[in-house]
């Protein structure tokens, strides 16, 4: 009994060390990136190694204030905007794909599955320009809204995760309610989708991520400056603007964070399991 | 019970084995044809008048506006477009002179697009027939016309995958599969190099196809990079994949507390974007980079970790940097499938007496590797496709021994310098169809081999 | 604003992209009968006829959508130059605007999809690129005022022969290319008597690279981590005038036949021998694009006593003097003024015609720079020719280059403001027209250069901190061998794939 005891404190040392030692791994890219942001001079090579030498706001002051050339709010109400409507319309798509591909044996059905499948494994910069040609004959250069449209119908062709955890819920319940005369929109809508919310939550945090830091597209479709997202922004910064780079990113990430902070709940205990197996 | 999707009687196709189903379906036009009654003609010469003959005056309207429509679009554009899909273009442009000309890759473009346009035309067309039909059928037994409400119902219900998937397969023809295309026929034309508009493009056979399999230069450095690539897709793939999964289990674990704080350090990275991160990295590792300023601060000499000669670590940097980028979503995902996994099946495997590891080799491995097939093929895809990594940490170098490229190139990073960086679109489109064929069949067999793909219902 | 070389990868991977969407390139003569028209009449050395496209009536009430460099609108002088301009046309109802784009967007991927510019300021290689696909309109540059005052080498970075009929694309305005920055105040105190041989009050090392040589090894003797002159090797736009001195080339014909790649041509690898001497009297920052970076700071806290970069950067070597100055504890308006007293930018060194930097009283041959023409071009999908033509003469006439040379510091290609400004301005103009700036080819082809060159002269500083077994460079054969494998990479990528 006592060294069951011990075994169980040694496995929990272990495994709060490797726990420990992997945050550390994560944290420091970003905590460098962080201190960097605060640096006072801007340039980070007057750091001692890792960190800057001296700290002020100033970076993050410039960044919202410094707008006359780099509008830094500007870019980011952009992209919250772009990322927003996509990942609300894209995750919308996805979630139904999936629980469809799951849940329905129609015809054609593997054969979607399988050209899907096939389609993302296209090298997806040599259809930029096919889509860059599509978007001048539609009129929707320098137009947020087709960016938004790209990203959410691009979103379904990734269901195939969502179908994997679809396809572990039991479909004893749905049978139940469709007894009950529920139609199958009912069914996805009053059973399936409660139970569904880690997935959910995962989708939702991929497609909002996705648009978040992508800057091949909107560079590619955005033109105008007062268009720009944060990462085309970013990119367009000259080379002696670490600090503003190191502050404009470090901004960026809060919004995912606070995101994930407000998700985490149904992420971890959307479902309680064992309530429907059995 | 699974919905099944039948356009015939439900209570007949029953009875109908399943290799005839499949039969039944594609000659149940030819047998609508055969046997339709007047309506069904009726709905052959005009789309949409079978049904207002049956009083279906909503959907004998619906069908009939999608034939004005089609029209419309035809005779306005479509037919010019498909023309246009064969020559590519007559008139070159000169602005000078003020003449406006064709612009061949958008006529290439339009013109995949009318066909798309008229095979969906087809298709609607086909299914106004088969609609009427039914309805024949049905009133022959008796029945009533189905009434507008009732068939809208339909769309919620029994055709409710139907009402789903419009709008997804919809985005994705438009904005996945006619890029897709375009590529393809793109690899069949001489577009590229100097012929690029306002020059007219032709479309030129297999030329391209030649090209490559005459190039002498060509072949070594193919090898050579498929071999380091398809070693980078699986060492990665697997890397990511059970360093997420590890660390998911890890922080599932009873001993863990605040496991939502221990969480966000790797959702932290996870935040920041992808190519400030790569940018990062490479400063990281550069020689004025903070490693190696700790190096020569100890008195050593700097390592050139990302430099001309860093063939093996450099590409242990990228393993290694690829796998901090993606660990966190598959984390995330992996808790979001753990929380959802059996308990009781846990409980009754630790009575048994199994031990952390058989749990985790019976129970929980296959559990997440079912589910997570789909995602483990798309990490595969995606590293073996990845674009960004050594772009971004050591792109700007070609290696002797390689042609045009380096000894950390992905076949991705070579397709880039041979076709983007030089404008050579044809040839780019032709080895992206040579890699795109090898990497597809590779990844659908393993696909269609696996427990999730054939055995859909294990964990129900 | 800067040179090719260091575009951001970003703005690399989507020009790349959308290169073809619209851009074109080639010979421009197989059209059949389209070109026959007016424009292939020469009128006497007046230039072609362009009345078809200049009707020489200005258009009313239309708005002329200007793209400038980030540093023009930064420092206010784009700002300056429309409101001058929309004052100067307000009867006709002619506004100029920020086209509000990128300065490096591709007017081939815009353009013909009506979201370009009407009126842009971009370097030599770029807007020539533009004149295949005919992208941009010819320039009746004979009638601008400007014409007499700017040198020919110059107009000819912008010239193009189509159909027998010579063309001038774009308008120069503004000369880039390598310039020394030094800081006075590390010179050792008895320069004037032990660093000043010929007495002509410029030191010896500022004068030739054999004394810079001797100069950087007495620095880092004096102090470890502490150096002499300092400069990312592999960036070719600085590192390939050194192969340019002794005999090489980028293209033949006057930088115009791609067929003949010359960076191994003449004596080339004595450029290279020079690079390496250079490079193993600094660290293996040289090696990436570390000096690059940090030069700015390091030259601040005098750790770097010099640098090759472009005339451009100068206020941000200034202000980073500035920084470290107040840091040292003085108010801001005397450390402005320390700095500017010594931070001095000037033409490069001398280089010995031998390539032996260790040698005593060398025979000394002019080191040439790559260098490169900004200027405007018109956009051929603009509504408003004749009023974006004013708007060119009016942005190239002496005041406004005269301001913009007093804002931005750059070096005109206006004889007139060269001379009324002398420094730098005049130094870069005259070295222009004695022909030791080498300008970058006004070719398609030249994209291509820039990956295989860049992989050598990266590779050329590495050896210099491999172990003497392992070195890769060690003898003239081998430096030949390394440059003619160059030449080849570059003739691979621009002809394997073309052959029609």
Same mark, same amino acid.
């Given at each position: ?11 929990? #040392? ?29 340039s ?10 001296? /700290? ?40 139904l794909?999936? /629980? ?126 007062d268009?720009?997202t ?26 995912? #964070?606070?995101? /994930? ?18 | ?36 009654g ?67 890759v ?21 299914? +106004? ?57 793109i ?39 498929? +071999? ?93 940097? +690829?796998?901090?980028?993606?660990v ?10 753990l ?11 630790k ?10 080799r ?52 070579w397709l880039?310098?041979l ?25 659908l067999s ?15 | ?10 703005a ?34 007046d230039?072609?006829d ?13 708005t ?21 301009f ?37 370097a ?61 105040d ?82 080339s ?37 010099a ?194």
């Amino acid at each position: 009994m006592k060294s069951r005891k011990t075994l169980r404190f040694m496995d929990s #040392v272990v495994t709060h060390m490797i726990l420990i030692a992997v945050c550390f791994i994560f944290l420091f890219p970003c905590l460098w990136l962080i201190l960097a942001s605060f640096s006072k001079s801007g340039s980070i090579y007057s750091f001692d190694g890792f960190f800057p030498s001296e /700290y002020s706001f100033d970076t993050f002051r410039m960044l919202f204030t410094d707008t006359e050339m780099y509008n830094y709010p500007r870019w980011f109400r952009n992209t919250l905007f772009i990322a927003t409507m996509s990942c609300l319309i894209g995750t919308f798509l996805v979630i139904l794909t999936a /629980y469809t591909m799951s849940r329905f044996k129609f015809r054609g059905r593997k054969a979607i599955m399988k050209t899907t499948l096939v389609l993302g494994m296209f090298p997806s910069f040599m259809g930029m320009i096919a889509v860059y040609i599509i978007m001048t004959q539609f009129g929707l250069i320098n137009k947020m809204w087709g960016l938004i449209l790209i990203y959410s119908s691009g979103a379904p062709m990734g269901y195939l995760t969502q179908k994997g955890f679809f396809d572990t819920i039991p479909g004893s319940i749905d049978e139940a309610a469709r007894i009950d005369g529920a139609t199958n929109f009912q069914v996805f809508l009053k059973i399936n989708l409660p139970i569904s919310m880690p997935i959910i939550v995962y989708t939702a945090l991929t497609s909002f991520v996705f648009p978040w830091s992508d800057f091949i597209l909107p560079k590619l479709l955005l033109k105008e400056k007062d268009l720009y997202t944060v990462a085309v922004g970013l990119m367009s910064l000259g080379e002696t603007e670490f600090a503003r780079f190191a502050a404009g990113s470090v901004f960026i990430a809060v919004p995912i #964070v606070i995101l /994930y902070f407000c998700l985490m709940r149904f992420l971890v205990d959307g479902m309680t399991a064992g309530a429907v197996k059995g | 019970m699974r919905i099944k999707n039948r356009t015939e009687n439900p209570q007949k196709s029953v009875r109908v084995s399943k290799a005839n189903k499949k039969k039944m379906q594609s000659e149940s036009l030819c047998t609508a044809v055969k046997n339709g009654g007047k309506q069904v003609r009726a709905s052959m010469c005009l789309m949409g008048l079978g049904q207002l003959l049956y009083k279906q005056i909503g959907k004998g309207i619906l069908y009939l506006c999608v034939l004005v429509l089609a029209a419309f679009y035809f005779v306005k554009r479509g037919f010019a477009d498909i023309a246009g899909l064969f020559t590519l273009g007559t008139k070159e442009a000169d602005t000078w002179l003020g003449i406006e000309g064709d612009n061949s890759v958008v006529m290439l473009l339009m013109g995949i697009l009318s066909v798309i346009a008229a095979l969906c035309f087809i298709l609607c067309y086909i299914s +106004n027939i088969k609609d009427v039909y039914e309805t024949q059928k049905r009133v022959e037994r008796g029945g009533k016309p189905a009434t507008f409400r009732e068939d809208l119902q339909q769309f919620l219900d029994k055709k409710f995958y139907k009402t789903v998937l419009f709008l997804p397969i919809l985005g994705v023809c438009v904005f996945n599969i006619l890029p897709i295309i375009f590529m393809i026929a793109i690899a069949f034309t001489n577009y590229g190099g100097t012929i690029v508009p306002p020059k007219l493009v032709d479309w030129v056979g297999f030329n391209n196809f030649v090209k490559l399999a005459t190039l002498s230069q060509f072949s070594p450095t193919f090898l050579k990079i498929l +071999n380091w690539n398809i070693i980078w897709a699986v060492i990665s793939t697997a890397l990511n994949y059970f360093a997420g999964l590890g660390l998911a289990l890890l922080l599932n674990k009873e001993c863990v507390k605040g496991k939502a704080l221990w969480r966000a350090f790797p959702v932290l990275a996870y935040a920041v974007p992808g190519f400030i991160t790569l940018l990062g990295f490479k400063f990281m590792f550069s020689y004025g980079g903070p490693i190696n300023q700790i190096i020569t601060g100890m008195g050593n000499k700097a390592v050139g970790f990302l430099d001309i000669d860093a063939k093996w670590i450099a590409r242990i940097i990228g393993l290694l940097v +690829n796998a901090w980028i993606s660990v966190p979503s598959i984390m995330l995902l992996a808790t979001g499938l753990l929380s959802n996994r059996d308990v009781s099946q846990m409980e009754s495997a630790k009575i048994d007496g199994a031990n952390a590891f058989q749990q985790f080799r019976h129970i929980t491995l296959p559990f997440v590797l079912f589910s997570t097939t789909p995602v483990l093929i798309s990490q595969f895809i995606g590293n073996f496709n990845n674009f960004g990594i050594f772009f971004f940490l050591r792109g700007g170098l070609y290696i002797d021994g390689y042609f045009l490229a380096s000894d950390t190139d992905l076949l991705i990073n070579w397709l880039y310098n041979l076709s983007i960086n030089n404008n050579y679109y044809n040839i780019g489109a032709t080895i992206s169809l040579v890699i795109f064929v090898i990497t597809s069949l590779i990844s659908l067999s393993i696909y269609t081999g696996s427990a999730s793909y054939r055995e859909e219902d294990t964990f129900r | 604003m800067r040179r090719k070389g260091y575009r951001f990868l970003a703005a690399l991977l989507c020009a790349g992209l959308l290169a073809g969407c619209g851009a074109g390139s080639g010979d421009g003569n197989d059209g059949g009968g389209a070109q026959d028209g007016q424009n292939t009449q020469t009128d006497g050395g007046d230039g072609p006829d362009l009345s078809n496209i200049y009707s020489g009536e200005l258009e009313q009430n239309v708005t002329i959508r200007v793209l400038e460099n980030d540093t023009a609108i930064e420092q206010g002088y784009f700002q300056e130059l429309i409101d001058a301009f929309n004052e100067a046309y307000a009867e006709y109802g002619i506004v100029a605007v920020d086209a509000n784009m990128d300065q490096y967007s591709n007017l081939a991927d815009d353009g013909p999809y009506g979201y370009g510019p009407d009126v842009l300021y971009q370097a030599n290689d770029v807007l020539m690129k533009y004149v295949d696909g005919k992208h941009i309109y010819p320039i009746p540059v004979q009638e601008l005022e400007c014409y007499s005052q700017i040198p020919e080498r110059a107009w000819e970075a912008y010239r193009r022969e189509i159909d027998g009929v010579t063309y001038h694309m774009a308008v120069p305005v503004n000369v880039q290319t390598g310039m020394l920055y030094y800081r006075k105040d590390l010179l050792p105190e008895d320069w004037e008597t032990a660093w000043d041989d010929n007495a002509n009050g410029i030191p010896d090392m500022i004068e030739n690279w054999n004394d810079m040589y001797r100069f950087s090894q007495q620095r880092m003797a004096e102090n470890e981590g502490q150096f002499g002159y300092m400069r990312s090797m592999y960036d070719v736009y600085f590192s390939s005038g050194f192969l340019f001195s002794y005999g090489g080339y980028v293209f033949g014909s006057n930088n115009t036949d791609p067929s003949d790649v010359g960076f191994s041509a003449g004596d080339s690898w004595m450029g290279a021998s020079v690079l390496l001497q250079q490079s193993e009297l600094m660290n293996e920052g040289c090696i990436d694009d570390t000096i690059t970076v940090n030069a700015y700071s390091k030259l601040a806290d005098g750790t770097y006593f010099a640098t090759m970069t472009t005339p451009d950067v100068y206020t941000l070597f200034l202000k980073e003097l500035i920084l470290a100055y107040q840091a040292q504890g003085m108010d801001e308006e005397a450390a402005r003024a320390l700095a500017e007293e010594n931070l001095v930018m000037t033409q490069v060194p001398m280089l010995p015609a031998s390539a032996d930097l260790s040698e005593e009283n060398p025979e000394l041959i002019p080191l040439k720079t790559m260098g490169g023409v900004n200027g405007y071009a018109i956009s051929a999908y603009t509504k408003a020719p004749n009023a974006c033509l004013a708007f060119v003469e009016f942005a190239t006439s002496y005041e406004m280059v005269m301001r913009r040379c007093e804002l931005l510091g750059i070096a005109p290609a206006r004889s007139d403001v060269a001379e009324n400004r002398g420094g730098t301005s005049e130094m870069i103009y005259q070295k222009l027209e004695e022909g030791n700036v080498v300008l970058m080819p006004s070719v398609t082809e030249v994209d291509q250069i820039w990956t295989p060159a860049q992989s050598f002269f990266s590779d050329l500083a590495k050896d210099a901190f491999r172990e003497p077994g392992e070195k890769k460079y060690d003898d003239p054969e081998k430096l030949k061998a390394g440059l003619a494998q160059v030449d080849q990479q570059i003739h691979d990528a621009i002809f394997t794939l073309s052959g029609q």
